[in-house]
Nanobody, 112 residues
Framework: QVQLVESGGGLAQPGGSLRLSCAAS????????MTWARQAPGKGLEWVSE????????YYGNSVKGRFTISRDNARSSAYLQMNNLKPEDTAVYYC?????WGQGTQVTVSS
């Protein structure tokens, strides 16, 4: 059974940082592209970032480019999203995704 578990969310002040983690099990993690997406209150799902299976290529949405960094550790079946210079508009539930599988999400709230 495939499981993706996000962690690391919480409350941050504008300009602050958080690091999200996604731990995968039941899947050969290193074989697949991994994606982070988010859903803000009252809005649809927004693609945030994606990393290739070997970690060599990363892509970012325009709203987070230059502030967020995606990474992965295939030996640990884990992926990460380092979020710097957070803004109130980054407030959302963040999800990790591999193939058709999604985690339960972790809440990120950016507020002073």
């Amino acid at each position: 059974q495939v499981q993706l578990v996000e962690s690391g969310g919480g409350l941050a002040q504008p300009g602050g940082s958080l690091r999200l983690s996604c731990a995968a099990s039941g899947v050969t993690f290193g074989n697949y592209v991994m994606t982070w997406a988010r859903q803000a209150p009252g809005k649809g799902l927004e693609w945030v970032s994606e990393i290739s299976s070997d970690g060599r290529e990363a892509y970012y949405g325009n709203s987070v480019k230059g502030r967020f960094t995606i990474s992965r550790d295939n030996a640990r079946s884990s992926a990460y999203l380092q979020m710097n210079n957070l803004k109130p508009e980054d407030t959302a539930v963040y999800y990790c995704n591999v193939q058709q599988y999604w985690g339960q999400g972790t809440q990120v709230t950016v507020s002073s």
